[in-house]
């Protein structure tokens, strides 16, 4: 799809609503707002990216993703990226600039929180219990998942509610059946993965293709990334996008609350936007960057951070890997990229493991000759390159896959977003800086579950496996840096995301989650993010707002 629907129409002096970030979570604000009738704008740092510059049905896909499609902005290094240091963390973040947001090189993974996350306090006695319930998401996860067009099977017995899907699940393909098939032997739970890539065309949408390439964008426009599915509407109703700005402050009024933003376009000319609510949706890095770059004398701390929680408590989902190779010929090649199955099986706490929470198995192709380290696998250089290079990568191709477990990061104040006293950005904006620690629980958790993934590739008769217990470019899911609560000493937002400082600044990304899950989180961002708007917009007439 082009971008020809792109509206231009002058900025009003002072918008209802102004939105900072275009992907998962602002997307569902902009549209929802505007299509009730609040004038609002957005302000993205990024740019469109049309389909045609998605390289995956390009011969040179796997060497352009190297640099140019790599999810790691220290290495991309576009023009709308910021460095993020990382000295001090164990997992690189990875995410993308732009209209639509990391919704344009994510898997598609859809998965919706188990009802026992919202209550690992109760539970377990880890974390903290969310301050609403998974029945009271599920109406939003449904309509996110009709919006988005997800592709998936029925009556998945993992769930107490058994979720449907607007559309049949994509093909197991032969790389699923050698799964299954093992995890059939061992008696494990598996189900067809959902993802919101289109298994039959759907609205302007057409059918999943198989590239693999869905970690570089979607060149047919089959994965379902909110330039697609959000922002023509939200541009119909009437909302303003500003591309190429880059928010240097939250501004505020002489009461504290949020009324505007300083930000700086492309040719280095700094504005101001005026507003009566600001809605933050910057990603969980990206958020409590502007909280604490914005302070005031109302905030001395930081924007909303009496509670010096900003920024703490970062998860990232630590990632373990098994790849198993086998003398089959898989075509593990094609797509999707997403998850062919997910698993459940170990999920739950047990603690006669040695820890608590459990993690999501998601099977993923291998790829092409570069794709999931495939010509290399973490050998000795020796083994690795000239001649055993081909060798390693004939064995290889089209007949391994990876069984990955995204293990469940539990929330500590000690890993934190903070800003950098020496880096900057582009314009001359201090960048963050990541202070993260695998804990012992996560260490422990991934070690097991690995070990269990590797009797999966056994039992489905893998020739060969190789485990990462954690991989450094895993940092997909940015959560929790702008902790979810109903006490104001406790947490930075109440359940609906207003800030409990500042209550006409909404905070609707991934900052607010009180734990992380062993979930993807785009499911629950998307309906977190919905339901947060709709109360909003039903609550218009006893909203705080700045100017009144």
């Known amino acids: 799809m082009s971008n020809t629907h792109l509206i231009q129409r002058p900025l009003p002096e002072v918008v209802d609503v102004l939105v900072i970030g275009a992907g998962a979570s602002g997307s569902v604000a902009v ?26 049905d390009k011969p040179e896909w796997e060497l352009v993703k190297q640099k140019k499609w790599h999810p790691n902005p220290n290495v991309r290094q576009g023009p709308s990226d910021y460095p993020i240091n990382t000295d001090e963390s164990d997992v690189n973040p990875l995410l993308y600039n732009g209209v639509g947001g990391s919704t344009i090189l994510y898997a598609a993974h859809w998965c919706r929180m188990m009802p026992s996350d919202f209550q690992t306090r109760t539970l377990d006695d880890v974390g903290d219990d969310w301050p609403f319930t998974y029945e009271d998401l599920q109406p939003f996860y449904e309509e996110m998942e009709r919006t988005m067009g997800v592709s998936g099977l029925g009556g998945d017995p993992a769930y107490p509610d058994e979720p449907s899907f607007p559309l049949p699940p994509l093909p197991l393909g032969k790389v699923g059946l050698k799964a299954a098939a093992g995890m ?9 993965g959902a993802n919101s890539i289109a298994s039959k065309e759907i609205g302007h949408r057409p059918a999943c293709l198989r590239y693999g390439a869905c970690l570089t964008g979607c060149p047919a ?3 379902a990334s909110t330039d697609l599915t959000h922002w023509p509407d939200a541009l119909e109703a009437g909302a303003h996008l500003v591309t190429g700005a880059r928010v240097r402050e939250i501004t505020v009024d002489d009461k504290g609350l949020a009324s505007g933003a300083v930000y700086i376009d492309r040719d280095g000319v700094e504005h101001t936007q005026k507003a009566r609510i600001v809605v933050l949706a910057a990603n969980g890095v990206g958020t409590p960057r502007l909280m604490l770059l914005s302070k005031s004398e109302q905030h001395p701390n930081g924007l909303a951070n009496s509670t010096d929680l900003v920024g703490r408590r970062l998860m990232m989902h630590p990632y373990g890997a098994a790849v198993g190779t086998y003398e089959d010929e898989l075509e593990s090649w094609l797509g999707p990229a997403g998850q062919i199955l997910h698993s459940m099986e170990f999920y739950e706490t047990d603690k006669s493991r040695g820890f608590v929470r459990g993690a999501k198995w998601n099977l ?16 000795p250089v020796d083994e690795s390159f000239g001649v055993n290079f081909h060798k390693n990568v004939k064995r290889v191709l089209g007949r391994s896959f990876e ?7 539990l929330p500590d104040e000690s ?3 903070i800003l950098d006293p020496e880096l900057t950005d582009s314009d001359g904006i201090p960048a963050p800086k990541l202070l993260y620690k695998s804990s012992e629980n996560t260490e422990k958790l991934i070690k097991w579950h690995v070990a269990r993934a590797v009797e999966a590739h056994e039992a489905a008769g893998a020739t060969s496996i190789e485990t990462t217990e954690l991989m450094r470019d895993c940092g997909w899911h940015l959560l929790g840096t702008a902790k979810m609560g109903n006490d104001p000493k406790t ?21 607010v989650f009180a734990t992380s899950s062993g979930m993807n989180p785009t499911a629950t961002i998307m309906a977190n993010a919905l339901r947060s708007i709709r109360h909003l917009v039903e609550n218009r007439a006893t909203q705080p707002m700045s100017g009144e």
């Open 184 to 192: 059939d032997k061992l008696g494990w739970h598996w189900w067809p």
């Open 491 to 511: 947490s930075v937002v109440n359940q609906w995301g207003a800030a409990h400082d500042c209550p006409n600044l909404i905070i609707i990304d991934g900052s």
């Open 221 to 223: 426009g089959a994965k």
């Open 31 to 56: 549209s929802e707002l505007a299509q009730n009738g609040f004038s609002v704008a957005c302000l993205e740092q990024g740019d469109w990216t049309p389909a045609t510059e998605f390289a995956g």
């Open 364 to 379: 993923m192709p291998s790829g092409g000759p570069l794709g999931m380290r495939s010509g290399y696998g973490g050998r």
């Open 415 to 417: 890993n934190r977003v």
């Open 403 to 409: 069984w990955g477990v995204i293990a469940e990061d």
